[in-house]
């Protein structure tokens, strides 16, 4: 395996913004990760020219790749400061909030729709092959949103759908383990990965790249661009829908799948009680404001029955969520029991709606799975959205 040093012997012959020095002796490089052949790093660059420096990255990419031992590289662009004495990151342009009587028919979150609607540019392009792609969201973790992002997923095959699943829960990748799948992907041709199945469904996580107990310390930048490659550098091939399991809150993550990639839409799940509700209501608040459409809400853990007395007990509350979707003026889902069969099966990477497909928690998520893809064809019928516009409020 090569060293830290070994990978800044190669990037040292990089040359950096200026085309006269290298991008190690100007202190651009940092966060260098080495585990089992794969090397993750970060190049510090400045903001407004971190597109026209893409080649840079690439060239990077490519000096460590030729390292005996090394299978993947992971490079960056960072405009955050990192280490050394490179120059400083310039701050994205932030735009006040409009003065009264300014824009006041066209609110932040419309701004991308009303200028597609007058001819103007915007299109986000997808991506080849993936006629959908869906974010399952919540605004805290621990709600069972990756759970429900698996068996959503399956679910939607079982209707008929093919389907693939996107882990972008970076520093906390489930999805590995709830489809029982283990590996490395393995190139295709030149940057682009082939992904991993399970279960029929293709899977494409983080968690294939770095072991399960490593944790995942990165920059907000690095973040962005590992979603970004792992979303476009992958060979999805044909599917009907791409689901995406994001990661809990309202940060990077998610704004990158908002700006990067057309959204057919978003699916909030959350726990009957209202401290969950006030962050799930965070969650759907932040889908409206970059103007990407609610599919709607699904309440998981709602009601426990007990096996031994047949009683119905509602642990964290009950129609919290149904409640919630009515005041918004989203669709209510449906509603997901707290079970042990549900519980136990995940771990074990056999979902229960493989296991069970017959049975009443598939037959659950099933419904759910139809409810939504209804919601995404409805959406269809209304055109292609324009990429929403972020406004930073003061």
């Keep these: 395996m090569p060293t830290r ?17 290298d991008i190690v002796s100007l202190g651009l490089v940092s966060d260098v990760f080495i585990s089992e052949g794969r090397v993750i790093f970060s190049i510090t660059v400045p903001a407004e020219r971190a597109e026209e420096l893409e080649p840079l ?19 960056a662009l960072t405009s955050e400061k990192g280490q050394g004495t490179g120059p400083a990151p310039t701050p994205p342009p932030v735009r006040p ?38 974010a399952v969201a919540s605004g805290k973790g621990g709600v069972g949103k990756s759970t429900t992002t698996c068996n959503l997923a399956l ?22 383990r ?51 490659q792992m979303l476009r550098e992958v060979a999805w091939g ?36 209202d401290l969950a509700l006030i962050d799930a209501r965070k969650g759907l608040n ?33 129609g919290g969520a149904r409640a919630e979707a009515e005041k918004l003026g989203v669709p209510f889902l449906g509603e997901v029991p707290l079970d042990m069969a549900i519980r136990e099966t995940s771990d074990a990477g056999t979902p229960v709606t493989v296991t069970d497909p017959d049975g009443p928690h598939a037959r659950v998520y099933k419904d759910i799975a139809a409810k939504v893809w209804a919601e995404v064809e409805r959406h269809k019928e209304g055109g292609e959205r324009a990429a929403p516009k972020i406004v930073f409020e003061s």
């Design 286 to 318: 932040m889908f409206r404001r970059v103007d990407v459409p609610l599919l709607g809400i699904v309440e998981n853990m709602s009601y426990f029955l007990c096996p031994d007395c047949g009683g119905r007990h509602d642990i964290f509350g009950h």
């Design 178 to 228: 709830l489809f029982r799948v283990t590996g490395r992907p393995e190139p295709v041709s030149g940057r682009i990965l082939k992904p991993l199945e399970g279960y029929g469904i293709k899977v494409m996580s983080m968690g294939f790249l770095v072991e399960e107990e490593t944790p995942m310390i990165w920059r907000g930048p690095m973040v962005i661009s590992a979603i970004t």
């Design 238 to 273: 044909d599917l009907d829908v791409l689901v995406v399991d994001m990661p809990p809150g309202t940060g990077d993550a998610q704004l990158t799948m908002a700006q990067n990639v057309p959204l057919a839409g978003a699916v909030i799940v959350s726990t009957p009680q």
């Design 57 to 75: 990255r690439q060239a990077a990419e490519k000096v460590v790749a030729k390292l005996p031992g090394v299978d993947k590289v992971l490079a």
């Design 97 to 134: 909030a409009p003065k009264t009587g300014e824009a006041a028919s066209v609110p932040p979150p419309m701004q991308g729709r009303a200028k597609a609607a007058a001819g103007g540019g915007g299109e986000k392009p997808g991506v080849p092959g993936v006629k959908a792609i869906i």
């Design 155 to 176: 679910a939607l095959q079982a209707n008929g759908l093919k389907v693939g699943v996107l882990d972008a829960d970076i520093y906390g990748p489930s999805i590995p």
């Design 5 to 21: 040093e070994d990978v800044l012997a190669e990037l040292a012959k990089v040359k950096g913004p200026d085309l006269k020095d």
